[in-house]
């Protein structure tokens, strides 16, 4: 489903202070979901054995992301902008079955699930930002096009095993698409705002 | 000999997030020599790969050069160890190189100790990040922390700093040194070990140069409150003084303090101008006296006669007929040479008949005088005279103007001349009357008693003591008619004085008038003490109550009235020339 974006209350405020929001943004869901995977496997996976058999691949490795500083000092701006929208967007809709998946999931804590809803809610913010962003940065950018999900079937499966595994390795990407996105920020930042010297 | 135990993978640590290295430890080697060897797999790949670097990181390690480093995927890492009876494998380690990242400590800390404007001394920590590591362009965002403690103490105090690179530390003690470490972590990381430790001493000078701070601005402000003080109080004096302004001391004009210490109590209020008061009550009786002096006959004789007999009505009427009667100055001089020639004539039958008059008057005149026996015979004398002769008013008009006119030349003159003459006279008179008989010398006595009390009592005293006088006049006569007879030559001046003095005394008086026709010359020799002793006391009385001040005041006020006064006087003095050839040619005859 595509949002309508509204940019009048972007007009009056500073790319660097975008920025800044944005970052804090991503680095404070980046921690929530470290929590969550942990809490999720300490109480639902006690074999790793699960990783070590099904190891599998999130839906937003085929954005194909920079994984070293070398890589990102490669990409262009706009390119690597254009990256973090993808990602934050990739996540849109397999958050909101995550919150219904972890609601009905007896024995889970409450606490997991409030921090799955503060995630995102925090992204649909974050995806404004970054919007707002690519904007002042290039005017007339278009976005990239997102990886859709299609891991609904297991994580709604009847089997306990199949669900908690489908329910680990979706978090675990979770963890690790948003602390890239903080990454790529903050490294945005220093090279448009301060010029590679943060 | 066994084979090998299970060995144990230590820790995953990474610097960058684009190097990382495994430890593990090894297990029993069964006694025989082991081989160890690590195998990783990676998320979503299914080869499985081993170490590539068994030395860079010491025995039992494998270091991951950024080529074989990959962040935000998942390593499965496992070790083996191997020796001849057989081998065993670790339990797998499932590692996020995002995740292990441990920095090292921060670099280049250096110490300094500053002052702000105030002179308030501060620690000023500065560091730099870990070499290693890429915070330039944005790979890494750090976080700091310092911890410094002085010498002596036990415990650290730890300060967290956030992203900055430096830190000012405050209330530190001087004199103390401080050690200074510090140390970071990456965002999802782990802290770094802490850096090399520094030391600083802070330098007491900063608390001299503040003591001696303080003690300037004490000194100062020691002055300053001197000098306000100083102020204040030169101030204070003039505000007091304008406030309260000094009190005069009484200054008393004319005032001597040693008259009321030696106790002269007229002195001093002589000298205050006291005795301006009681000359202006003076003044007032002055001017009183004055006016009787000036008035008409009428006005002289009505005090007189309230003041010897008061209750007696019929006395005033007689006054009155005499005012009018002295228009006739012609029959004066007519009458006049009448009275030279009966005294000559009967002097002896007019003694017997006053003999026998005194025992009928004492019982009359008892309660309205003092003296019964003196005063009785001297009133019933008068009466009966005026009975029998009707001519005593025309006398009585005759004589008044004499003795009015008298008066005020006297008065107009020297006072001290008219006073010598009128004692010289009373003198004459007192020897006279010691000569007389046994009764004769009674009568002299009270008369003597009587002048010393006129001296000593006030002007009132005086003129209430001239009654006994009067009715001391009969006794007085029969003395006179023994002595007329020697004396009538040298006594004819007395005679002109005994007519003056007798019209404006007392009724009374006319009386002896009337024994004068018959006994006339008798009662004018005798009478002539009477008038004498009057006429000095009223000289006296004026003299005291007229100061010169006042005797000049009333010369101003009254210039016409003495003027007047001159030319009667002349012109009275005239008549009494005319009256003495008279008398002298009578007594030839």
New interface residues.
């Given amino acids: 489903m595509p949002m309508c974006f509204d940019m009048e209350g972007y007009n009056e405020i500073t790319i660097e202070e975008l920025f800044d929001s944005a970052i804090f943004m991503a ?1 404070y869901i ?2 929530l979901t ?1 929590q969550m995977s942990e809490e999720f496997d300490a109480n639902f996976v006690h074999s ?1 054995g699960y ?2 058999r099904n ?3 999130c839906h937003t ?1 085929s954005l194909a ?1 920079p ?4 890589q ?2 490669q990409t262009q701006s706009d390119v690597l902008l254009k990256m973090v929208i993808s990602i934050s967007r990739a996540w849109y809709h397999p958050l909101k079955q995550l919150v219904r998946a972890l609601a009905t999931l007896e024995g889970a804590c409450k606490t997991i699930l409030l921090k799955v809803i503060e995630v995102k809610e925090t992204n649909q913010e974050i995806l404004g930002e970054l919007k707002a962003i690519l904007i002042r940065v290039h005017p007339g950018a278009e976005e990239n096009v997102y990886a859709a999900w299609m891991g609904l079937a297991d994580v709604k499966s009847a089997d306990d095993n199949t669900r908690y595994f489908a329910l680990s390795n979706i978090l ?1 990407c979770l963890d ?1 698409d948003t ?2 996105v ?2 790529y920020l ?6 448009i705002i301060h010029h ?3 | 000999q066994s084979p090998p135990g299970k060995p144990e993978i230590h820790k995953c640590r990474s610097p960058d ?2 190097t990382f290295t495994c430890w593990w430890n090894p297990g029993s080697d069964g006694g025989l020599p082991t081989n160890y060897s690590l195998t990783y797999s990676k ?2 790949e299914k080869n499985t790969y081993e170490c590539p670097d068994y030395k860079t990181s010491g025995p039992n390690s494998c270091f991951f050069s ?1 080529q074989y ?6 390593y ?1 890492i496992t070790v083996n160890a191997t020796n001849e009876m057989g081998s065993s494998t670790s339990d ?1 380690l ?1 590692v ?1 190189v ?2 292990i990242v441990e920095p090292e400590p921060p670099r280049n800390l250096t110490l300094e100790v500053k002052q702000l404007k105030d002179k308030k001394t501060y620690l000023w920590v500065k560091w730099l990040p870990p070499t290693i590591t ?6 890494f ?1 750090m976080e700091y922390e310092i911890r410094l403690k002085s010498e002596e103490a036990d415990e650290w105090e730890i300060h967290f700093t956030g992203h900055q690179t430096q830190f000012k530390v405050f209330d530190l003690y001087p004199g103390q040194k401080y050690l200074v470490q510090t140390r970071c972590k990456p ?2 990381g782990y802290w770094s070990r802490w850096g090399q430790e520094k030391s600083i001493e802070i330098p007491n000078d900063f608390t001299l140069k503040d003591t001696t701070v303080w003690i300037i601005v004490a000194v100062l402000s020691a002055v300053i409150c001197l000098i306000m003080v100083w102020a204040v109080a030169l101030k204070g004096y003039s505000m007091m003084t304008c406030i309260f302004p000094p009190v005069p001391g009484p200054k008393i004009k004319g005032f001597d303090t040693h008259l009321l210490e030696k106790g002269k109590s007229e002195e001093l209020l002589s000298a205050l101008g006291c005795q301006d008061f009681p000359p202006t009550s003076d003044c007032e009786d002055l001017l009183v006296e004055f006016l009787e002096v000036d008035d008409n006959e009428d006005e002289r004789l009505m005090p007189s006669h309230s003041k010897e007999y008061p209750g007696q009505g019929v006395k005033p009427t007689h006054l009155d007929p005499d005012s009018d009667s002295g228009h006739g100055s012609y029959d004066s001089h007519s009458l006049l040479s009448e009275k030279c020639e009966e005294p000559q004539a009967y002097p002896p039958a007019f003694h017997i008949p006053e003999i026998t008059e005194k025992p009928e008057n004492p019982e009359a005149n008892i309660p309205p005088t003092p003296n019964p026996q003196n005063n009785t015979p001297n009133c019933h004398t008068d009466t009966s005279k005026s009975t029998t002769w009707p001519l005593p008013p025309g006398q009585h008009t005759r004589r008044s103007p004499y003795h009015s006119i008298a008066d005020v030349c006297k008065l107009a003159g020297s006072p001290g001349d008219t006073l010598d003459s009128f004692l010289d006279k009373a003198e004459e008179n007192v020897l006279k009357l010691s000569e007389d008989a046994g009764e004769e010398e009674v009568a002299v006595q009270e008369g003597a008693k009587s002048f010393p009390s006129d001296k000593q009592n006030t002007s009132w005293p005086p003129l209430q003591e001239k009654g006994p006088i009067v009715y001391a006049k009969p006794p007085d006569y029969v003395e006179i008619h023994k002595v007329n007879k020697d004396g009538v030559l040298s006594l004819l001046p007395k005679q002109r004085e005994n007519h003056q003095t007798e019209n404006p005394g007392v009724p009374e008086t006319s009386k002896e008038y009337a024994k004068v026709s018959g006994v006339t010359d008798n009662n004018i020799l005798v009478l002539v003490p009477d008038s004498r002793a009057q006429n000095t006391a009223l000289l006296e009385e004026s003299a005291k109550k007229v100061p010169p001040s006042l005797e000049q005041n009333q010369s101003e006020k009254d210039l016409a009235s003495f003027t007047a006064t001159s030319s009667n006087c002349r012109l009275q003095l005239g008549r009494l020339d005319y009256l003495d050839p008279t008398c002298f040619m009578h007594s030839f005859h």
Avoid: F, M
């Fill in positions: 680095q980046s921690n470290t790793l990783k070590a190891s599998s691949n490795t992301t994984a070293s500083t070398e990102i000092q675990h690790s602390n890239k903080a990454t903050e490294a945005l930042k220093c090279r590679n010297n943060c | 997030k684009e998320e979503g950024k480093t990959s962040i935000w995927k998942i499965i797998p499932y996020d995002t995740y890429d915070v330039k362009t944005g790979w965002t965002d999802h």
